[in-house]
Structures are given as C-alpha cells and as structure tokens.
Antibody, heavy 121, light 107 residues
C-alpha cells in the first residue's frame, strides 16, 4: 500500500525555523514527485510546492506565498522528503500534508495523514 | 492564479439521494481536475482524476463531468460513509488551486 507519514510538527514561536519530514513506503520514491499542502481554518487547502523526481532534475515549483522562506528537498536513499520552513509567521499555522505526485507534474494522488504546526508566542 | 469557485458551500441530503457539487475554473484547465473527499481529522483522499476517472477503490456511485470550465461531481445513492467535505483541485497551472469545499451532511 502507498503510505506517506509526516512528522516534525510542533508549537513554535514566530520567526523560528522548523523542518517537516515525510517518510514514504509502498512505492519507489525515485519514480515520483512529491508535494506539500497545508490546511488552515482561515485559508482552506493551500498547495505549497512540488519537487520533481530526480530523474527529471529534482526541480521545484513553489507557491509565491512561501518563496524564499520554505524549501523542499528529498533524500531518495531514505525514502523521505522534507519541507524546511524559515521565518515562520502565525499565518503559517495549519496541518501540513505531503502528497505523492506524478513524475514531472503535481497531481496530489495520495496524501499522508498530516502534521500540525502551530506558530504562536 | 486560477480561481476555483466551488458551490454550494454546504448541503443537506438523505441516504439514497443524488447530490451534485460544482467547480468553475476562472480559465481553461483542460481535463486537469480532481475531486477529493475529506472526513474530520483525516487527510483528503482522491476520488476522481482527469475529470471523470475513478481513483483506485472508489465506488462507481461517484462520477465526474466537464462542460467547458465547469466541472461537476455527482454522488448517486448517497451512503452513510459519504457524509464528508468535498474539494476540487486544478493541476493544470502552478500554483495548484483548490475549491473552498462543500460540506455534505445528513438532512
């Protein structure tokens, strides 16, 4: 079965950094791209970004709202993807999901269960 | 960004009813439209991709159609497990964008 499991969410102060992890199983991570999506009561579902398979350069597409603050990476040898979040704002509060995509385009076919990030002083 | 206008925001229905949810895209997105179901405290799960193709294991009472930039999700013969929130997603153009969701609850 395709599985994605996020971790790393926590209560964190504004301005700090946090790295979320996504551990995948049930498929070859190298064959797929991976996206991050967040959900918050005020904004609903918001796609954050996508990283292509390394076979297609591992390039990323990012939402304008997070460019320069959030970064997506992957370590296929560990079956993991990461979302590095810097300079966190209260507006970044929400549940963060990783999702399996196609090889070169984001399609959000399978999702993890999510991890909660709360940005508050 | 492409805006996805989803309606209604909520609806009440009975077991066995047929319900229809609509998403309208602010510009053409070809067939790059998926539908998701989300239950409280759970992640969204894809129901339909490419307008009308059922995701693995999704019952055939779920169906999707397209007319231009208007997309519909129909649930025929609503079952107890179908009470949930439904979202559309366009993945034609970055950034991907979602509809605001439709909550389906028991009348």
């Amino acid at each position: 079965d395709v599985q994605l499991v996020e971790s790393g969410g926590s209560l964190i102060q504004p301005g700090r950094s946090l790295r979320l992890s996504c551990k995948v199983s049930g498929f070859d991570i190298g064959d797929y791209g991976l996206s991050w999506v967040r959900q918050s009561p005020g904004k609903g579902l918001e796609w954050l970004g996508f990283m292509r398979s390394n076979s297609y350069g591992g390039t990323t597409e990012l939402a304008t709202s997070i460019r320069g603050r959030f970064f997506i990476s992957r370590d296929d040898s560990k079956n993991m993807a990461f979302l590095q979040m810097n300079s966190l704002l209260p507006d970044d509060t929400g549940v963060y999901y990783c999702a399996r995509d196609g090889v070169i385009t984001a399609i959000l076919a399978y999702w993890g269960q999510g991890t909660l990030v709360t940005v508050s002083s | 960004d492409i805006q996805m206008t989803q309606s209604p925001s909520s609806l009440s229905a009975s077991i066995g009813d047929t319900v229809t949810i609509t998403c309208r895209a602010s510009q053409g997105i070809r067939n790059d439209l998926s539908w998701y179901q989300q239950k409280p405290g759970k992640a969204p799960q894809r129901l339909i991709y490419s307008v009308s193709s059922l995701h693995d294991g999704v019952p055939s009472r779920f169906s999707g159609r397209r007319s231009g930039t208007e997309f519909t999700l129909t649930i025929s013969s609503l079952q107890p497990e179908d009470f949930a929130t439904y979202f559309c997603l366009q993945h034609n153009t970055y950034p991907l964008t979602f509809g605001q969701g439709t909550r389906v609850d028991l009348k």
